[in-house]
């Protein structure tokens, strides 16, 4: 697997997510190795989550996310209803008007 250079704005969008991790983790007055014990991954990787360090993975984001009561967030990150894009190209393709179909005979 060939080794991009990670964009800037996924650099600066993982700091900040580590920087909002590390608030919320002291603001409900949880120790680092606390919130790593009970989320069941290493004290190292919530370390290296809170510095925004690209080496976590998804499930250990979303462990934290679940002993913090936030995993629905998660669940939203890109919640298709609401996914604008998507909607508006689906919309350009939908016919212009539609006609019922012919019966096949006797009902």
Do not use: C, F, W
Not at 11 to 28: E, H, N, Q
Not at 61 to 79: F, N, P, Q, S, T
Not at 80 to 95: A, K, Q, R, W, Y
């Amino acid at each position: 697997m060939k080794n991009y250079p990670l964009p800037t704005p996924v650099a600066r969008a993982l700091t900040k997510l580590g920087r909002d991790l590390s608030l919320v983790r002291r603001r409900r007055r949880l120790s680092q190795a606390s919130l790593a014990e009970r989320s069941g991954i290493g004290l190292n990787t919530v370390r290296r989550l809170e510095k925004g360090e690209t080496s976590g993975s998804i499930e250990h984001l979303a462990r934290i996310l679940y002993v913090l009561g936030e995993i629905d967030r998660l669940e939203k990150l890109l919640d298709t209803g609401t996914d604008e894009v998507g909607l508006l190209m689906m919309d350009e393709e939908l016919p212009q008007r539609v006609r019922a179909r012919k019966s096949t005979g006797a009902m």
